[in-house]
Structure formats: C-alpha cells, structure tokens
C-alpha cells in the first residue's frame, strides 16, 4: 500500500512524525509537507508564486519533501510531479488541535485530505483533541486501527474521513463513534494594540460556541471520550433551497 | 440598510471599486478589505500574526479599511471590531474571475461570504466570468437587482448566495438561474524549473474538468449568458454516509 502523509503544522512537526513512525512497517510511505507551520490557511492553493520543494532527512535517514506550499498544494504536488506511484492513501495530520465543528472549514489538514478526495484519493485527516502535551502514540494507534477498516470498507468518492482523537491514553478512549460535524461558531475578541509609531493591530482570539444540536456531533463524541469520524464532502451546494432560490424568478 | 463589502482581489482593485459605486446611495455602504491581493486563499484565517488595519481614500474620500489579513479576516474583523453597526448584508466582490465549480472552496471571495454566515449575516459572493477585459457594470448592475430581492425573500440561516456573472453587456445576459455548484476538479500540470542556484521550483496551472453531471450546474449556465445563483453553505457532513460509517463497528 502506497500512503502520501501531509499536514499543516509543517513537515518537522511531531504529530507527522509520530504517525510516519505508527505507519512505516504498513506500507510505502510518502511525506509531502509544509515547510513550516500553514495552520487555519483553509483551502488555499499557490497560483502567484512558484511551490519550492526540498528533500528532508530527519534522523540522518530520508524523510521526504518540504514544500513552501500550503496542505492543499502539499498533495496536489505530491500526486501531480514529485511520486512516482498513486497514494492508495492520502492521511493529513495529526494535526495539534481539534478540527471538529467550524474549526474543520478553516483547517489546512483537513483541505490537504479534501484535495486528495478531490484528486480521487482515499483521504483521511487526522487531529488531537488538545493544543498541549499530546499523547501523540493514541491517534497513531488509532490511525493503525483504521487503515485496515478503510481496506475493508473504501470511502465512496468525494468524500473524506475527518477523525478526531480524544487525548486520552489509547486504553481509556470510549471507542469510535460515527458523528456529524457541529454546528458551531467561534465568538471572536479581538484585542487592539498600537505599536511603537501608533500603527493600530488587533490580535485574533475566540472561543467556540455551539450554534444547533449538540448530540452525537464530533465535538459532543469528542468531549465524551470517543474517536469522532466524521464523513465529510466539498460540494457545498444546499441542495434542498436551489428550488427556492429558483422561485424567487428574479428578472433582468 | 447598512453593507460590508469585502473582496479577496484587495482594496484598490476595480470589482470593489465598482460596486461601491453601484451599491453607495443604495445604503451605507463600509468596506473592508484585503491591503493587496488574496485570491486562492480559501477560508484561511490570522492566528499566528496581528492583523493590521489602515483607513484608506479612494479619490480623496474616505472609502475603507485596508487590512493585512484574509478575507475571512476582514469580515470578523469588520464585524467584531472595525464597525460601530451590525451589516445587514455583506457583499464580497466583484472577484476578478468565476467562482463556479470546485473554484468555490479555492476561493477568498465565496470564503469572505461564508464568514458573514457563520456571524449569522446575510451574505453574498459575487464574481465575474473573466480574467480579461471585465465589464464590471454588469455584475454591479446584477447586484442592485439582487438586493431587493434579498430584502424580500431573505436567505436562511447559514447560507451564502454564490452568484457568477457572464462578461458580457448586462442587456445581453439570459437571465438568472438558480443552480448548483458543478461537480468539477482542476487537472493540475506543474512546471518544473531550477533557478539559477539550481534549486528546484514549480508553478502550479491546470484547467478545470467536469467530474460530474453539467446540466443546470453554476459553470453551465454560467457559460450559456446566465447569471447563476447558487445557494451553498458550510457544513461539511456528508450526512447520508454518517450511518454507513457507523455501520464499519471500529472496536479499540
């Protein structure tokens, strides 16, 4: 099995690392990443600039690519020029930091799995449910679970497998629970400075707030214990409201 | 009525220019935009920098704010922030080529739209089927159509209205149709070079592909002369596969 690892916390990050560490003996694996942090970049792709891409080592031995790209253009690279095989599969992360609820739409591990799925790749992202002292080892071992489930039972098209992994040690975790993503919002404070000349900034902060139903979403499971996988799409089409919009019967 | 508009093209290109000037005695029209270029950064936000803010002039008169973040930066900061009043609509626009198709989760401007929804506000995309010679009247003119519209029949809770519009004389549109974002990817071709240190780099074009079923999707009416108005939204859930993970029983 041919797996392309990506993420966005960059190529030198541990969760990257951790989970090459968790996959090696499973495949042939591939990293294409970042050369530096690219967190809450969303879907961005590079079109103004050129991509430039540099052979790592981590531990005196070949690790992969780092590229000044963001995940999305991490993968499209990987796929389109530098591998010389198809990923079978495509997994982004672990990403530090839940990317569960809103968080999902600003998040540049899940757009690097979105643009697999697009490439019509397999495509799992995969984040930790804390910003410190992660347990890297359980998604990992989650990550290891899964691949054979993933084997057994492919992703139709389109679609992406958003996980998120409790920060539990492995043998507390609940278990695997399938969700939906939480509606969500995060209430933003912004807090305003001036610099040294009196230029005015603002420094983004917020907290997440449930907008709809709480059971049973990713950020529910998630807070309970569980693995959340969330299947997740890109056509962002609400179907159900096209014909309501076509009966406004706007004219020229 | 009080509207925000925003863009990814940046505060000084002529699509924002063009719809303030279309859309100033329509309202109290504020803007708030990107200080440069943004496109293709997809719903990217600043977390890990301040985020600047600068009023600026356009033809010796006040005319926004310049901001050193994202689109979906300067609508939270907007929001959250800059402005002393709620937006009764926020526009984000006229994006300098279409966002129909896969385009849409690429894109700054649709991102800029999506972020007025996650704040709960009524919002609107709206781009023009060009990259050369735009006829920035016709979409201008399109969107004081709209707003009337929009008064009357006000779009539901998390929606964003996608509109694109032909270039083409506004008495030579077909009309506007109500359509769904095409089901389409970018077949990426990548350049590679050295530079002149031989180091290797890439630039990234492709041309987009139908993946999917064209009729009455946004890029096929889009290409007949119509303007097309697609509903779409931000959650991600791919609700009717939610059962179908359920059904795999991953066990710890």
Same mark, same amino acid.
């Given at each position: 099995?041919?797996?392309?690892? +990506?993420? $966005?916390?960059?190529?030198?990050?541990? =969760?990257?690392?951790?989970?090459?560490?968790?996959?090696?003996?499973?495949?042939?694996?591939? *990293?294409?990443?970042?050369?530096?942090?690219?967190?809450?970049? =969303?879907?961005?792709?590079?079109?103004?600039?050129?991509?430039?891409?540099?052979?790592?080592?981590?531990?005196?031995?070949?690790?992969?690519?780092?590229?000044?790209?963001?995940?999305?253009?991490? *993968?499209?690279?990987?796929?389109?020029?530098?591998?010389?095989?198809?990923? #079978?599969?495509?997994?982004?992360?672990?990403?530090?930091?839940?990317?569960?609820?809103?968080?999902?739409?600003?998040?540049?591990?899940?757009?690097?799995? +979105?643009?697999?799925?697009?490439?019509?790749?397999?495509?799992?992202?995969?984040?930790? $449910?804390?910003?410190?002292?992660?347990?890297?080892?359980?998604?990992?071992?989650?990550?290891?679970?899964?691949?054979? *489930?993933?084997?057994?039972?492919?992703?139709?098209?389109?679609?992406?497998?958003?996980?998120?992994?409790?920060?539990?040690?492995? #043998?507390?975790?609940?278990?695997?629970?399938?969700?939906?993503?939480?509606?969500?919002?995060?209430?933003?404070?912004? #807090?305003?400075?001036?610099?040294?000349? %009196?230029?005015?900034?603002?420094?983004? $902060?917020?907290?997440?707030?449930?907008?709809?139903?709480?059971?049973?979403?990713?950020?529910?499971?998630?807070?309970?214990?569980?693995?959340?996988?969330?299947?997740?799409?890109?056509?962002?089409?609400?179907?159900?409201?096209?014909?309501?919009?076509? %009966?406004?019967?706007?004219?020229?």
């Amino acid at each position: 099995m041919n797996i392309l690892l +990506t993420n $966005d916390d960059g190529i030198y990050a541990p =969760g990257i690392e951790a989970l090459h560490r968790a996959l090696k003996d499973m495949g042939r694996v591939s *990293v294409v990443a970042p050369d530096s942090q690219r967190s809450a970049v =969303g879907h961005a792709i590079t079109l103004s600039d050129p991509i430039k891409s540099v052979a790592i080592q981590r531990d005196g031995r070949p690790f992969g690519h780092a590229t000044s790209g963001t995940p999305a253009d991490c *993968v499209k690279l990987a796929v389109c020029a530098l591998l010389d095989h198809k990923p #079978d599969l495509v997994i982004s992360g672990i990403n530090l930091g839940p990317n569960a609820g809103i968080a999902a739409i600003y998040s540049g591990t899940v757009s690097a799995a +979105t643009e697999g799925a697009i490439l019509g790749l397999q495509s799992v992202a995969i984040s930790i $449910d804390t910003f410190t002292d992660p347990i890297w080892e359980t998604p990992a071992r989650v990550m290891q679970k899964l691949i054979p *489930v993933l084997q057994k039972h492919p992703l139709p098209r389109d679609t992406v497998l958003n996980v998120n992994v409790p920060n539990l040690p492995y #043998d507390q975790l609940k278990g695997f629970a399938a969700t939906r993503m939480a509606r969500s919002r995060y209430v933003e404070k912004f #807090d305003k400075r001036a610099d040294p000349r %009196g230029n005015i900034y603002f420094w983004m $902060d917020g907290d997440m707030e449930f907008t709809g139903e709480r059971d049973h979403t990713d950020l529910d499971m998630l807070a309970k214990g569980y693995v959340s996988m969330t299947p997740i799409g890109f056509d962002l089409t609400r179907h159900e409201l096209v014909d309501t919009v076509a %009966g406004w019967k706007v004219s020229l």
